[in-house]
C-alpha cells in the first residue's frame, strides 16, 4: 500500500506564490511516477504536471512557465510550486502516484490519491 498526503494550500492573491507538498509513504517500487492533478467544482479532473522516478518532468501547456515540479527523493517528498497564480486556478489539487508505466499523462496509470489540498486564488 502507499498513502499520499498533500499539503501547501491555502488563499492567496492573484499573481501569488503558494508550494504544495506530497509526502509519499508505504511501499516503494522501481518505476513510478508522481502527479499533481487539479479538480474545480464542476469541472474534469485535469493533470498539472507529473514527474517521473528517472526524472523527467512534463508540465501542462496552461501552467509552464509558472509552475515547477520536483522531489526530494531522501524525504520522499513531491512538491509543486506555482507562481503567478490566476483566479482560474482555483481548484482542490491532488497528488497520485503510479507504477505502471506507460503513459504517465492517463490518469488511469494512477494508482494511489490523496485526499487534496484546497488553493483559492482570490481576485
Known amino acids: 500500500q502507499v498513502q499520499l498526503e498533500e499539503s501547501g494550500g491555502g488563499l492567496v492573491q492573484i499573481g501569488g506564490s503558494l508550494r504544495l507538498s506530497c509526502a509519499i509513504s508505504?511501499?516503494?517500487?522501481?518505476?513510478?511516477?508522481v502527479a499533481w492533478y487539479r479538480q474545480a467544482p464542476g469541472m474534469e479532473r485535469e493533470l498539472v504536471a507529473f514527474?517521473?522516478?528517472?526524472?523527467?518532468?512534463k508540465l501542462e501547456e496552461p501552467v509552464k512557465g509558472r509552475f515547477t515540479i520536483s522531489r526530494d527523493k531522501a524525504e520522499n517528498t513531491v512538491y509543486l510550486q506555482m507562481n503567478s497564480l490566476k483566479p482560474e486556478e482555483t481548484a482542490g489539487y491532488y497528488c497520485?502516484?503510479?507504477?505502471?508505466?506507460?503513459?504517465?499523462?492517463?490518469?488511469?496509470?494512477?494508482?494511489?490519491w490523496g485526499q487534496g489540498t484546497q488553493v483559492t486564488v482570490s481576485s
Open positions: 497520485a502516484r503510479g507504477s505502471s508505466g506507460g503513459n504517465w499523462a492517463l490518469d488511469r496509470q494512477y494508482e494511489y
Open positions: 508505504g511501499r516503494k517500487d522501481t518505476i513510478t511516477a
Open positions: 514527474i517521473t522516478s528517472g526524472g523527467s518532468t
